[in-house]
């Protein structure tokens, strides 16, 4: 509580200071204004601090605030600028302004100099945030780009540099993410276009850094050898039956096959063993179509649009563009659904959110919930929470729980209540969990002949009309819970007088975060509102991580339901439900933090492989040296490890690495010091042909694409190769190991055998590639 009053009283005096300004701001003219952000940026270059003039920039942006946009930001939007520019996370209500409060820390740290960003929850909020608020920036005197384009539209390597280069960018994270992973795999500078991480603010940032923090961002590249068992294995899992020949074991989000079901395999495929390592990829294909059918639910983690399985975002529902699973499961699900089977393709370059926003020096962070996750975001992002006071006082009306024992009778107590607040004319969002039940209900209230809207991945492009009209008398919308997220529901003339917006929440929600969220969709800036969520004993979340004498209840009082949904008022139950819900986040907890750890490898092998090229690609030494001791050490390096060195060898080493036409001489005999020599000389006599005809920019650059072109190769094939790994070592945790140990320990020995790859890929770049003059004129090279 004491280090609470302590934040709040130091943002209240940072407050009073820049209230002192207001008025002589006020007073100057707009080139005046205008003037103070060169004046600021003289200050920085004389030694001046961003805390030191904090104070007057924020009061500038302030006034430009109100000149441009003709909003004035409150005190309290100022203390979550001041929260943002120090590295926090500002907790601010749903409707407190948070696009507004950001434009004070965003402009103050563009102007060192250095890349500033805002990262917003979704494109729709990227593009209207960059529009309006950018005029602020540039009546100021700085640049604002938007990083989000049409789906259609490839940007090349100039325009992504333009807009990387703006002093403010609003874009969001899956847009940053592939850019940043695409930059890295650039092969000469004119292709890269991002600059070094400085600033960032992420809008919704529990969101972005925790719900989909376990979602790597994976960018996919050549396809693998497709497997034609896709369709025969999905044939075969149709035959079997839960708990006689597989076990599902839902918590752990795990499914494997018994005794039974193995005889069943081996008699469906007429094999005399399974399990005797020569039907690896048979089993692998029973697994993933096993995995298939009962991990993954159609409108609930994934839907099928236009002939693809599109993925959905298990926190809210949205599609995730651009996003596969990988190793086979997606094509797995495509089976599934009766699909065309696309490509299974080889990860290129992947990375979680987690290790990406980790890389800014500096990371700020707005939500509407996020002290409930200080803990998480101090662990992993070194932020802490602070809770902004509201401009107006609360006054919406969060009324308990009601619970019931079946989903029918949850279903209709609340259709119930939506028919009574829509026939006095209140507005009512109504929420679920899953697409499925969002689509459930609009078939109820299509009986009832209720209008209303529906909000869930299959219309998310009419999101921002939708939470337009849901505030309006008479309003009915149905969403899963990303419900206009980043997108205030303003209440239209009279609904205040009705009561506001009521939330309506048809489940119990993952965590109390998400809770939260939507009952903040009512009661913004201090309007009128209510919430109530209905839940039953068949709710996912009470079903998988309640006590086990909540599912023996269940099934001794399902059948009672009788004309009229009986609530359950037993306290011991609502605590057990609560308890459900803390033993989901935490679950939830557990495994982004697994993630974290497993990718720290991958971090540590990105990080050493980006700096290599990085260097490669902007260094300007020459490699002479670099290149003979390449030629050296895997020379030396065959010759030390061949115990039997026959002549047939030594000429497959000399044909497989060094020419494709040298002969050695029949006669010829070698100890190691002289076959050391003798194949060395060889490899430059090669090397000379090669280059000798070259200037010295030409024979840099051939050195440098050589190497470089090695590297990419051999990483392509290891993060391919630490994806299929983490699948591998997760299954031996049942052999009670340690699979974050184990996959450590297996990355680091890949990571070894990885860089011998790229020594002996890099030799044969150097040696056996070919280089032609194209039509016009200029040099063609062509690697092995």
Not at 229 to 246: K, P, V, W
Request: hydrophobic share 35%; with cysteine; glycine share 6%.
């Amino acid at each position: 509580m004491l280090m609470k009053d302590y934040t709040l009283r130091s943002l209240y005096h940072l407050v009073r200071r820049i209230n002192q300004y207001a008025s002589e701001f006020k007073s100057l003219t707009d080139v005046q204004l205008q003037d103070k952000t060169v004046f600021f940026k003289h200050q920085l270059e004389n030694g001046k601090t961003l805390d030191e003039i904090l104070p007057e920039a924020f009061a500038v942006v302030r006034e430009a605030d109100r000149r441009v946009l003709g909003m004035f930001p409150f005190d309290v939007q100022v203390m979550g600028g001041i929260v943002l520019h120090q590295g926090n996370v500002a907790e601010m209500k749903t409707g407190e302004g948070k696009t507004l409060t950001a434009t004070m820390p965003l402009y103050l740290n563009a102007l060192t100099g250095q890349s500033t960003l805002l990262i917003t929850a979704n494109e729709y909020l990227a593009k209207r945030d960059a529009a309006e608020m950018g005029k602020v920036y540039q009546w100021l005197g700085l640049s604002c780009s938007c990083g989000v384009t049409a789906p259609d539209k490839d940007l090349k390597p100039v325009e992504k540099r333009a807009i990387y280069a703006a002093d403010i960018v609003y874009t969001t994270s899956g847009t940053f993410g592939f850019d940043y992973l695409l930059d890295n795999l650039a092969s000469n500078s004119a292709e890269k276009y991002m600059r070094p991480f400085g600033y960032a603010i992420v809008d919704e940032v529990d969101q972005v850094l925790l719900d989909s923090a376990q979602t790597p961002l994976v960018i996919s590249g050549a396809p693998r050898v497709q497997s034609n068992m896709y369709r025969i294995a999905d044939n075969f899992i149709q035959t079997l039956s839960e708990d006689q020949e597989y076990k599902l074991d839902e918590e752990r989000k795990s499914v494997w096959l018994t005794p039974k079901g193995i005889t069943a395999a081996e008699h469906y495929f007429r094999l005399s063993k399974l399990y005797d390592g020569q039907y690896t990829e048979l089993l692998r294909q029973i697994m993933l179509a096993l995995r298939a059918h009962t991990l993954f639910e159609n409108g609930k983690d994934y839907v099928v649009e236009a002939g693809e399985i599109k993925l959905l975002d298990e926190q809210n529902g949205r599609v995730l563009e651009m996003t596969k699973l990988q190793s086979g499961q997606h094509q797995a699900l495509e089976a599934r659904e009766n699909l065309d089977i696309t490509p299974d393709m080889r990860a290129m370059a992947s990375i979680t959110f987690q290790n990406l926003f980790r890389k800014f020096k500096k990371l700020g962070g707005m939500t509407g919930t996020g002290k409930t996750a200080e803990e998480e975001f101090i662990e992993t992002y070194y932020m802490k929470v602070v809770r902004i006071p509201t401009n107006r006082p609360i006054i919406r009306r969060d009324l308990p729980d009601l619970v019931y024992s079946t989903l029918p009778e949850k279903l209709l107590a609340s259709l119930d209540l939506v028919k009574k607040l829509h026939q006095k004319g209140q507005p009512i969002l109504l929420v679920t969990q899953s697409v499925e039940l969002s689509e459930i209900y609009s078939e109820l209230l299509l009986r009832e002949q209720i209008p209303h809207n529906v909000l869930n991945a299959r219309n998310a492009a009419k999101e921002a009309a939708i939470i337009a009209e849901a505030g309006q008398r008479d309003a009915v919308t149905v969403a899963t819970s990303m419900a206009g997220r980043g997108t205030d529901i303003k209440l239209g003339t009279g609904v205040a007088e009705l009561g506001g917006l009521a939330v309506i929440g048809t489940e119990k929600m993952t965590n109390h975060r998400v809770e939260l969220q939507l009952r903040g969709r009512a009661g913004r800036q201090g309007d009128p509102g209510m919430s109530r969520f209905f839940v039953s004993l068949e709710d996912e979340v009470v079903f998988k991580f309640g006590a086990r004498w909540l599912r023996h209840y269940f099934e001794n009082h399902s059948f009672k339901f009788g004309n009229s949904p009986k609530r359950l008022k037993s306290r011991l139950i609502y605590q057990a439900i609560q308890r459900a819900q803390n033993v989901s986040d935490n679950n939830g907890y557990q495994q982004r933090k697994s993630t974290l750890e497993f990718d720290e490898s991958v971090r540590i092998q990105r990080e050493e492989i980006y700096k290599q090229r990085d260097k490669l690609i902007f260094g300007t030494e020459h490699l002479d040296c670099q290149v003979k001791n390449i030629l050296k050490k895997q020379i030396n390096t065959f010759v030390k490890n061949s115990h039997h060195l026959t002549q047939q060898r030594i000429s497959r080493f000399i044909w497989d690495n060094l020419s494709y036409s040298y002969q050695i001489e029949d006669s010829k005999s070698f100890d190691q010091e002289s076959l050391t020599d003798y194949l060395y000389d060889i490899a430059l006599s090669q090397l000379h042909n090669k280059i000798n005809s070259m200037n010295e920019g030409d024979r840099q650059s051939f050195f440098r694409l050589a190497i470089l072109k090695a590297i990419d190769n051999c990483w392509i094939e290891e993060v391919d190769n630490l994806q299929q790994l983490r699948t591998v070592v997760s299954a031996r945790q049942y052999a009670q190991r340690n699979p974050i140990y184990e996959y450590h320990q297996e990355a680091m020995t890949s990571f070894k055998k990885m860089k011998s790859r790229i020594m002996q890929q890099s030799i044969k770049n150097l040696l056996l590639s070919s280089i032609l003059t194209g039509e016009n004129g200029e040099s063609v090279i062509y690697f092995s």
